[in-house]
């Protein structure tokens, strides 16, 4: 896919008489919410605030369970 879209970059830039671009590419590893920590907070206050929940409750009644 790199080599496609600097080759596609290339041809753009002399078609359009634009300067030279580069495009860099970041490889990331992959999501892991087991190791962020951020999603067990989430996980705890959906689960004792916001499971079994009436419908009938407003956004901000929904707001106070989760104060």
């Known amino acids: 896919m790199e080599t496609n879209v600097q080759r596609l970059l290339a041809e ?32 705890a206050v959906r689960q004792q605030s916001l499971y079994n929940v009436p419908c009938s409750l407003t956004v901000q009644q929904k707001a106070e369970r989760i104060k």
Do not use: D, G, M, R
């Open 12 to 43: 753009l830039t002399v078609q359009l008489a634009l300067p030279p671009l580069t495009l860099l590419f970041w490889h990331t590893p992959s999501y892991s919410p087991k190791l962020n920590p951020a999603e067990y907070i989430i996980h």
